[in-house]
């Protein structure tokens, strides 16, 4: 028999009475799969239980433990038919034990009950220990095999804890309790029409985290470092082809959580659903070594705070993880109803026909008021599944990567550009380091890049993080919405009226007879409370705004501000306009024989602009995708995605491949070209504009004396500490942050160097 015993804490200096079976071959370790898992997080119902048995919260590994007194049992019969090499994984934990009493784990294969682990006095400190027994071959594909936990004591007093059991082996010929696939025939491997495939790694990788026997038999009781989760530099093509489902067991009583920052007080001490992951059921196919997510955009799960984005991975062979592939993938949790965006990976094997169990975390968000540490490792099953569309995600996939920007580190903007004098360290300055997400500079048709910091190291997916957009939406979203109904309909389309397009405006306080398209997309209808800078962004009104999912709450709340001046003469930023501003668009566009707003926006400008499909949908009402567009905040960008969008608008003219997608003279408007429409003049302060939805500032030498002339920068800008920067000189600076930081001037002064402003 083969062991491991080890406490659940630095008291080393107990030891753990193993009683062995007959000794097995030592194979246990392996090649096991999990067979049986518990937790107990929700109870035992499904074992038999007798005398004093009762669930308690502590002590604990996981959220609960199921405690015995005196002599109470639990007893469980786990088939393991179809299964040999037979382990048992443990933990267990006793308090106020005397001689002789003691608490044991016990395993039963037909001839009677054998202990397998024993605590008694001395080691009764409410510390848990663990072990894990290799069984004889009378534990293999026995359909009667039981395991127990007991306590033997002789007082009401002496205490027992079960905590995390598991139960493995290895699969036998014949049929597992995972079903055979029946799909397709597998992609061939090596090879795929992706660039960088294939893998040339000989898979000689040398791991010391999250390993075979980490994510076979083990745990996860704090976040590692994020490296582990990315593709390993001699990584190998994989030998099976993932095509199918894969679900998630547990979800909702399992992993751990650490608060960073709760500004709302949203968790307590206490269990909430918020420190868990919702359900997690999605379907994936495979082309070589990318991993694909059927569904990449959001992903509205039902759960009461969180939604998804999946995002495409890889799967790999590593010469250690006998003879499994490796798979590991980006995902985020989007806080429900908000912009908040929370990014974790996950990763398991895979042997063609089951998966090992799923280790997970979340260690990086942008989100001002709720930072926080996720992680776990659950039980997983996989369902092989014909996938209808597979070789078009295949091919989407293929081209989504194909067609991304050139991208290089920061750093080579000092050697692309020789004698320039550019000092990089300016880019990301003025912004707290723990606090930045990413940042970049666009300038000559590449994307120049940080890297994706989190608490525990690199992202292993910087491509592909999700960067919430918050009201950078207003430019790149409303705005180029009603620039792609200018060029369709004309300009007239600027000057329709709200009222004629959004009947809710009738119940309005406020006065909307003659507010038109072009007075919202500036937040100059004249309807407010506070003039004051962002005053009534801040307000109570516009809480009951943001807070609102159902349609008919949200439009009447956008609607519930008073009439102070006629519109067109006072700018006061209201992210309600914007809302409002969407649905008169949505539903003149309906007009014209048009449908949904943002899938105008998606199909005519950001599917031939060659954003990522994550990026193909946004935050809706009723947290439902067929809900209406928010349409001043509620996308998410990657550093591609929001490069393109920077192209698109300041190099491209509002054109792609030779089409005018957007009307040029209101891109001309938005992007400062024209002298005589600077736009509204921003309260609080007169050193920015605000027009059709970007903000600008103008550059003079008095306020910047290395320039010999003055400027304008046309910008776009998002809650907490996010920036999209278009210089005149063709340079794009971005950086996605959330510590309320906006800082931008001495990386956008650097551009100069690498691109004068000034003729």
């Given at each position: 028999?083969?062991?491991?015993?080890?406490?659940?804490?630095?008291?080393?200096?107990?030891?753990?009475?193993?009683?062995?079976?007959?000794?097995?071959?030592?194979?246990?370790?392996?090649?096991?799969?999990?067979?049986?898992?518990?937790?107990?997080?929700?109870?035992?119902?499904?074992?038999?239980?007798?005398?004093?048995?009762?669930?308690?919260?502590?002590?604990?590994?996981?959220?609960n433990s199921v405690r015995l007194r005196r002599t109470g049992t639990i007893t469980r019969t786990i088939s393991t038919a179809g299964y040999t090499g037979i382990g048992v994984t443990w933990n267990?934990?006793?308090?106020?034990?005397?001689?002789?009493?003691?608490?044991?784990?016990?395993?039963?294969?037909?001839?009677?009950?054998?202990?397998?682990?024993?605590?008694?006095?001395?080691?009764?400190?409410?510390?848990?220990?663990?072990?894990?027994?290799?069984?004889?071959?009378?534990?293999?594909?026995?359909?009667?095999?039981?395991?127990?936990?007991?306590?033997?004591?002789?007082?009401?007093?002496?205490?027992?804890?079960?905590?995390?059991?598991?139960?493995?082996?290895?699969?036998?010929?014949?049929?597992?309790?995972?079903?055979?696939?029946?799909?397709?025939?597998?992609?061939?491997?090596?090879?795929?029409?992706?660039?960088?495939?294939?893998?040339?790694?000989?898979?000689?990788?040398?791991?010391?985290?999250?390993?075979?026997?980490?994510?076979?038999?083990?745990?996860?009781?704090?976040?590692?470092?994020?490296?582990?989760?990315?593709?390993?530099?001699?990584?190998?093509?994989?030998?099976?082809?993932?095509?199918?489902?894969?679900?998630?067991?547990?979800?909702?009583?399992?992993?751990?959580?650490?608060?960073?920052?709760?500004?709302?007080?949203?968790?307590?001490?206490?269990?909430?659903?918020?420190?868990?992951?919702?359900?997690?059921?999605?379907?994936?196919?495979?082309?070589?070594?990318?991993?694909?997510?059927?569904?990449?955009?959001?992903?509205?799960?039902?759960?009461?705070?969180?939604?998804?984005?999946?995002?495409?991975?890889?799967?790999?062979?590593?010469?250690?993880?006998?003879?499994?592939?490796?798979?590991?993938?980006?995902?985020?949790?989007?806080?429900?109803?908000?912009?908040?965006?929370?990014?974790?990976?996950?990763?398991?094997?895979?042997?063609?026909?089951?998966?090992?169990?799923?280790?997970?975390?979340?260690?990086?968000?942008?989100?001002?008021?709720?930072?926080?540490?996720?992680?776990?490792?659950?039980?997983?099953?996989?369902?092989?599944?014909?996938?209808?569309?597979?070789?078009?995600?295949?091919?989407?996939?293929?081209?989504?990567?194909?067609?991304?920007?050139?991208?290089?580190?920061?750093?080579?903007?000092?050697?692309?550009?020789?004698?320039?004098?550019?000092?990089?360290?300016?880019?990301?300055?003025?912004?707290?380091?723990?606090?930045?997400?990413?940042?970049?500079?666009?300038?000559?048709?590449?994307?120049?890049?940080?890297?994706?910091?989190?608490?525990?190291?690199?992202?292993?997916?910087?491509?592909?993080?999700?960067?919430?957009?918050?009201?950078?939406?207003?430019?790149?979203?409303?705005?180029?919405?009603?620039?792609?109904?200018?060029?369709?309909?004309?300009?007239?389309?600027?000057?329709?009226?709200i009222k004629d397009y959004v009947s809710e405006y009738a119940s309005s306080p406020g006065v909307w007879t003659t507010v038109t398209f072009n007075h919202a997309i500036d937040m100059a209808t004249?309807?407010?409370?506070?003039?004051?800078?962002?005053?009534?962004?801040?307000?109570?009104?516009?809480?009951?705004?943001?807070?609102?999912?159902?349609?008919?709450?949200?439009?009447?709340?956008?609607?519930?501000?008073?009439?102070?001046?006629?519109?067109?003469?006072?700018?006061?930023?209201?992210?309600?306009?914007?809302?409002?501003?969407?649905?008169?668009?949505?539903?003149?566009?309906?007009?014209?024989?048009?449908?949904?707003?943002?899938?105008?926006?998606?199909?005519?400008?950001?599917?031939?602009?060659?954003?990522?499909?994550?990026?193909?949908?946004?935050?809706?009402?009723?947290?439902?995708?067929?809900?209406?567009?928010?349409?001043?905040?509620?996308?998410?960008?990657?550093?591609?995605?929001?490069?393109?969008?920077?192209?698109?608008?300041?190099?491209?003219?509002?054109?792609?491949?030779?089409?005018?997608?957007?009307?040029?003279?209101?891109?001309?408007?938005?992007?400062?070209?024209?002298?005589?429409?600077?736009?509204?003049?921003?309260?609080?302060?007169?050193?920015?504009?605000?027009?059709?939805?970007?903000?600008?500032?103008?550059?003079?030498?008095?306020?910047?004396?290395?320039?010999?002339?003055?400027?304008?920068?046309p910008f776009m800008s998002g809650y907490g500490g996010i920036t999209v920067v278009m210089a005149p000189n063709g340079a794009t600076y971005y950086y996605f942050s959330d510590n309320e930081e906006?800082?931008?001037?001495?990386?956008?002064?650097?551009?100069?160097?690498?691109?004068?402003?000034?003729?």
């Amino acid at each position: 028999m083969r062991r491991k015993v080890f406490p659940k804490s630095l008291s080393v200096w107990m030891v753990v009475l193993l009683i062995l079976l007959a000794l097995g071959d030592p194979v246990f370790a392996q090649q096991s799969a999990t067979i049986y898992f518990t937790n107990f997080n929700t109870g035992y119902s499904d074992w038999a239980a007798s005398s004093n048995v009762a669930s308690v919260a502590a002590p604990s590994i996981q959220p609960n433990s199921v405690r015995l007194r005196r002599t109470g049992t639990i007893t469980r019969t786990i088939s393991t038919a179809g299964y040999t090499g037979i382990g048992v994984t443990w933990n267990i934990a006793a308090s106020a034990l005397e001689n002789p009493d003691h608490c044991y784990v016990e395993v039963n294969t037909g001839s009677g009950w054998t202990a397998i682990a024993s605590l008694g006095n001395g080691q009764d400190t409410s510390t848990f220990f663990a072990g894990t027994a290799s069984l004889s071959a009378a534990a293999d594909q026995n359909p009667s095999f039981q395991v127990r936990y007991r306590a033997a004591g002789d007082a009401l007093g002496d205490y027992c804890y079960a905590e995390d059991l598991t139960v493995s082996g290895i699969p036998a010929s014949g049929p597992t309790n995972t079903p055979t696939p029946t799909g397709p025939t597998p992609t061939p491997i090596p090879g795929s029409t992706v660039p960088g495939d294939p893998l040339t790694g000989s898979g000689d990788v040398t791991r010391t985290l999250l390993t075979y026997n980490n994510l076979m038999s083990g745990s996860s009781t704090a976040p590692v470092d994020d490296g582990a989760f990315a593709l390993p530099a001699n990584a190998a093509m994989p030998e099976h082809t993932f095509e199918g489902r894969l679900e998630l067991f547990n979800e909702a009583t399992s992993g751990g959580f650490s608060e960073i920052r709760d500004d709302y007080a949203y968790t307590g001490s206490g269990d909430s659903p918020r420190k868990h992951l919702p359900e997690f059921s999605f379907q994936f196919v495979q082309n070589g070594s990318h991993f694909i997510p059927v569904s990449q955009g959001l992903s509205y799960t039902g759960h009461p705070y969180w939604n998804y984005i999946v995002g495409p991975g890889r799967i790999w062979k590593e010469n250690s993880d006998n003879g499994y592939a490796r798979v590991s993938f980006p995902f985020a949790l989007i806080q429900r109803n908000s912009n908040c965006t929370h990014n974790g990976v996950m990763t398991f094997l895979f042997n063609g026909v089951s998966v090992s169990n799923v280790r997970y975390q979340i260690t990086q968000e942008t989100c001002v008021y709720f930072k926080f540490n996720m992680w776990g490792q659950l039980s997983a099953a996989y369902t092989a599944q014909t996938i209808p569309n597979a070789a078009t995600l295949r091919s989407n996939h293929a081209a989504e990567v194909t067609n991304r920007l050139p991208t290089k580190p920061i750093a080579d903007l000092a050697t692309d550009f020789p004698g320039s004098g550019v000092d990089v360290s300016a880019f990301g300055s003025g912004v707290t380091a723990a606090h930045m997400t990413s940042y970049g500079v666009v300038i000559n048709g590449t994307n120049y890049v940080s890297g994706c910091g989190t608490r525990y190291g690199q992202y292993a997916y910087c491509g592909s993080l999700r960067l919430p957009s918050y009201s950078t939406a207003k430019s790149a979203f409303a705005s180029v919405a009603l620039m792609r109904l200018g060029q369709l309909y004309g300009v007239n389309t600027y000057n329709l009226l709200i009222k004629d397009y959004v009947s809710e405006y009738a119940s309005s306080p406020g006065v909307w007879t003659t507010v038109t398209f072009n007075h919202a997309i500036d937040m100059a209808t004249g309807n407010y409370r506070l003039a004051g800078y962002e005053a009534d962004e801040a307000g109570s009104y516009m809480e009951t705004f943001f807070l609102a999912e159902p349609y008919t709450n949200k439009i009447t709340a956008a609607f519930n501000f008073p009439n102070r001046r006629l519109p067109g003469q006072l700018w006061v930023y209201h992210s309600s306009d914007t809302f409002i501003l969407a649905r008169a668009m949505n539903n003149y566009y309906v007009t014209q024989g048009g449908g949904d707003i943002f899938n105008m926006v998606r199909d005519q400008v950001y599917v031939p602009l060659k954003l990522s499909a994550g990026t193909l949908t946004t935050l809706r009402t009723d947290n439902s995708p067929t809900g209406a567009p928010l349409g001043g905040y509620g996308l998410f960008w990657t550093q591609d995605d929001i490069a393109k969008v920077a192209i698109l608008l300041n190099n491209q003219n509002g054109m792609i491949n030779g089409s005018q997608i957007l009307n040029a003279s209101m891109l001309a408007d938005s992007m400062q070209d024209d002298s005589a429409d600077r736009g509204m003049d921003t309260t609080g302060t007169t050193a920015f504009k605000y027009n059709n939805g970007f903000w600008a500032k103008e550059m003079t030498p008095s306020e910047f004396p290395q320039y010999a002339c003055s400027f304008w920068i046309p910008f776009m800008s998002g809650y907490g500490g996010i920036t999209v920067v278009m210089a005149p000189n063709g340079a794009t600076y971005y950086y996605f942050s959330d510590n309320e930081e906006y800082f931008w001037y001495d990386a956008i002064n650097e551009t100069n160097k690498l691109s004068p402003m000034c003729p």
